[in-house]
């Protein structure tokens, strides 16, 4: 199965502001998922990314708020705008090379303030 | 409407004895089911994989058993080891309007093994 490195594992930011995560698959995989975990809460799906095209989103989740990026079969980023305490979670990304087989990164733990 | 439930958000379990991590699911269209592991401060790791054609699999100590018709699946881990500590995510795939496998997480339940 593929390895994902995640960065950044963790981050306080000022509400307001936007921080991008950036996700990095050791080989080419079609598509990349990005979730969010909140506390107490399951993995939610935010959107599915697949290269050369836009993101497709779940309900509630919108690309003003969480723009991604897909430049190549390798590499994604999520970016978290005008955060708010709200948006404090867990964000993780994952890929799926063989059909069911599933990896997530390590996480993003962000804690807004 | 959470489609994969995981009613236990906790367990603990005495070193050397069985583990059973449950879930339930109400989505038919769900036909592949997955258990992950997740330590703190890591990602959740690929534990354990069902076809909804299958109702057992087998791996080392884990042993995922499905009921389609009570949409019902568990964990079992024989015999647990204080290593196993960690949370459990009960997922299930199914084909999504877009036309790929989209995955469905349970909450989790967070497994102590007690040494």
């Known amino acids: 199965s593929a390895v994902i490195s995640q960065k950044p594992s963790r981050d306080i930011c000022q509400r307001g502001t936007s921080l991008t995560i950036q996700c990095q698959v050791d080989?080419?995989?079609?598509?990349m998922f990005w979730y969010r975990q909140q506390p107490g809460q399951s993995l939610t799906l935010i959107a599915t990314?697949?290269?050369?095209?836009?993101?497709?989103?779940e309900s509630g989740f919108v690309i003003d708020k969480f723009p991604i990026s897909r430049p190549n079969l390798t590499f994604s980023t999520l970016t978290v705008s005008n955060m708010s305490p709200e948006d404090s979670s867990i964000y993780l990304c994952?890929?799926?090379?063989?059909?069911?087989?599933?990896?997530f990164g390590s996480g993003t733990r962000l804690t807004v303030v | 409407d959470q489609q994969v439930k995981q009613n236990s958000p906790s367990l603990s379990v005495q070193e050397g004895r069985i583990s059973i991590l449950n879930c339930d699911y109400t989505?038919?269209?769900?036909?592949?089911f997955l258990w992950y592991k997740k330590y703190p401060a890591e990602g959740p790791t690929f534990l354990i994989s069902i076809s909804s054609i299958k109702d057992k699999n087998e791996d080392g100590r884990f042993t995922v058993f499905l009921n389609k018709s009570a949409k019902h699946l568990s964990l079992h881990i024989v015999p647990s080891q204080p290593g196993d500590s960690a949370v459990y995510f009960c997922a299930a795939s199914g084909y999504h309007s877009g036309g790929y496998q989209k995955v469905t997480f349970g909450i989790g339940t967070k497994l102590q093994v007690i040494p």
């Open positions: 994952s890929a799926n090379r063989d059909g069911y087989g599933y990896t």
């Open positions: 080989s080419q995989v079609t598509m």
């Open positions: 990314a697949n290269q050369g095209s836009e993101a497709t989103y």
């Open positions: 989505n038919s269209m769900f036909d592949y």
